[in-house]
């Protein structure tokens, strides 16, 4: 069964002081001309219902200039069912987010992030673009927040290995400094190896099935080009220790870990070419979207239930027929939330059955069901 | 910042480096401090004085004592032949309260941790090997905490005294992982206690 919010509140976040949106199953088109609060109205949504922001580390960004907290308030409503239950998050920068579920608190941010909303977002910022476009490490955290937020159990691994692999870079520094005669060097291979095969193993076991995905959103919006993702190694799971001995006097001159997840990468490729290198500005946003498509698909085969897409500001820079099927995908989905500045993007078909959201200077002026067009 | 007579800005200094306190909460203390009696802040001088000439490291475990071994280790009732090995004293009152374990206990000082540059050499771990020897220890329960430190500071100790006569184990999971002994409630504690592993 799949969840949906139907109203959030939202008091001291970013430009807004105190607004209420009110959200229908399937599309919600937020409309406003630029600065008004569109970006920040989806970023509220994703923050209340992961506990955390998807644009910024930043946190104390969110709160409003001049104020000293942000809270946000959910009504999350399952799909075909009269119960809701209401979320709640408070926040003040230096101090710990209050995270309530019906008043009761919520136990850990890792396990509330893992579906403790009793709902899920795919979000989409034009600044993803960089997951195909950008560094390696933008590729990594793409499948780390994807498995993260299925798997509370990766969630930590993942965060345990960046500790140990930053305990073992420190120790591999002080052994060539002469700090340290390296005799934990081997008790820190064996935990960086550890955790790291756990993050690993998951990433392998997600891989193929997520570029299924990909593959098939690739093919509606972009054309019948062969896609793939190719998980690029610095080391298997087999080879995995073996490797990181061998790196040792290498590791030790360099002072950082050269094996492991923390290292790898995967390839985009679309008719055998590198998108990264080599996609045009358009390839590399529908390539971007696919991935998104495939990480909803996706926590959709993996959990059974439909998150909610929060994609800001997707329509612009894409060509018409490619708008029209991503309507299209909006419109089936439990809840879509997607922003523009212009509803001339889409047709009086798809606005019937959509609600508007206009937006002016951190206020929300109306909502409106059978999207009249002003 | 306001500035206060020396004496005070003396005592919110000395405050101040306390573990989780702020400037903020010193300057509360101190005014407390100098609003309440007299004789609660001469009781209060005198017991900071009396811990620090008082209390000491015990000679076998570390565990803090007044004599020269601990109660645990001079209790004869305790089983000899088991060392629990913590971090911190502070480890031990937790377990103890569990009435799980009867044996003895060895206080590390810390985990193993390069980048607050702690090396083995920091840590009691050559004391640890020789107690095995000499007290021909049979099972080492390494009770460090469930976060990286510590657990790589128990991999570590496995290793050192694998080749030994010891049996090495860890306590099972079901502890919250990147936690800290110190607040692990005593149910949970005391079930980590009846699973432990071998490692
Ligand atoms: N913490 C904050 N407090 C107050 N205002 C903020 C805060 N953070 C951002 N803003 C402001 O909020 C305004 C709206 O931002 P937002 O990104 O939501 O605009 P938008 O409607 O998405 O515009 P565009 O169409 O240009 O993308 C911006 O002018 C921004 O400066
Ligand atoms: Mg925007
Ligand atoms: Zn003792």
Redesign the interface.
């Known amino acids: 069964m799949s969840a949906y919010l139907r109203a959030l509140r939202l008091v001291n976040f970013r430009n807004y002081v105190d607004a209420t949106a009110l959200l229908a199953p399937g599309l919600n088109i937020v409309v406003g001309e630029n600065a008004q609060g569109k970006t920040n109205l989806l970023e509220a949504i994703a923050f209340n219902v992961t506990g955390s922001s998807p644009r910024t580390p930043k946190e104390n960004e969110v709160v409003r200039w001049g104020a000293d907290f942000t809270r946000t308030e959910a009504r999350v409503a399952l799909d075909g069912s009269t119960d809701e239950r209401s979320v709640a998050i408070g926040y003040a920068p230096g101090q710990k987010k209050r995270i309530t579920v019906d008043g009761a608190s919520a136990t850990s941010l890792t396990e509330y992030a893992a579906g403790g909303a009793g709902a899920r977002v795919v979000t989409f910022f034009p600044d993803d673009i960089r997951v195909v476009k950008g560094a390696p490490s933008d590729r990594r955290e793409f499948l780390d927040a994807l498995l993260s937020s299925l798997r509370p159990a990766y969630a930590?691994a993942a965060?345990?290995y960046a500790?140990?692999v930053?305990?073992?870079n420190?120790?591999l520094r002080?052994i060539r400094d002469g700090?340290?005669?390296g005799?934990?060097l081997?008790?820190?291979d064996?935990?960086v190896v550890d955790l790291g095969k756990t993050v690993l193993a998951g990433r392998e076991a997600a891989l193929p099935v997520l570029e299924e995905h990909f593959k098939d959103s690739l093919r509606t919006l972009y054309g019948p080009e062969k896609a793939a993702i190719r998980y690029g190694y610095s080391a298997t799971l087999e080879e995995y220790s073996e490797a990181l001995r061998e790196a040792h006097s290498a590791d030790v001159e360099r002072g950082t870990t050269s094996v492991g997840p923390h290292r790898d990468d995967f390839e985009v490729l679309l008719g055998g070419v590198n998108l990264t290198t080599f996609g045009s500005q358009g390839q590399q946003r529908l390539a971007t979207l696919a991935l998104k498509f495939a990480a909803r698909d996706y926590v959709r085969e993996a959990v059974g239930e439909d998150p909610i897409l929060l994609f800001d500001d997707v329509m612009s820079e894409l060509d018409e027929r490619r708008r029209e099927y991503l309507a299209g995908y909006f419109l089936e989905s439990t809840q879509a939330v997607i922003s523009t500045t212009n509803l001339e993007y889409f047709d009086d078909e798809v606005l019937r059955r959509t609600r508007i959201i206009r937006i002016s200077g951190g206020s929300i002026l109306e909502t409106a069901t059978d999207g009249v067009r002003k | 910042m306001a500035t206060y007579a020396r004496p005070v800005e003396r005592l919110i200094t000395e405050l101040s480096k306390l573990p989780s306190i702020g400037p903020r909460s010193a300057q509360r203390i101190a005014f407390h401090v100098i609003r309440g009696k007299k004789e609660d802040a001469i009781g209060l001088a005198e017991a900071l004085k009396e811990v620090k000439e008082k209390i000491k490291p015990c000679r076998r475990c570390f565990n803090l004592t007044e004599a020269d071994e601990c109660e645990i280790c001079r209790d004869a009732r305790r089983d000899r032949s088991v060392i629990c090995v913590v971090e911190d004293p502070y480890d031990i009152g937790p377990i103890e309260r569990t009435n799980e374990y009867r044996g003895l206990y060895h206080v590390l000082g810390g985990a193993?941790?390069?980048?607050d540059?702690i090396?083995?050499e920091d840590l009691r771990i050559a004391e640890l090997i020789e107690r095995v020897r000499n007290e021909g220890t049979g099972e080492l329960v390494i009770a460090t905490n469930p976060?990286?430190?510590g657990?790589?500071t128990a991999?570590?100790i496995a290793?050192e005294v694998k080749d030994l006569p010891v049996r090495v184990t860890a306590l099972a999971s079901g502890l919250p992982?990147?936690g800290d002994l110190e607040y692990a409630d005593e149910v949970t504690l005391g079930r980590a206690f009846a699973g432990r592993r071998e490692l």
Do not use: D, I, M, Y
Request: net charge positive; charged share 25%.
């Open positions: 930590r965060l345990e500790k140990a930053a305990q073992r420190q120790l002080r700090f340290s005669s005799r934990t081997a008790t820190w064996r935990k | 193993l941790s390069p980048l540059g090396e083995p976060n990286t430190t657990e790589a991999l570590f290793q992982v990147g």
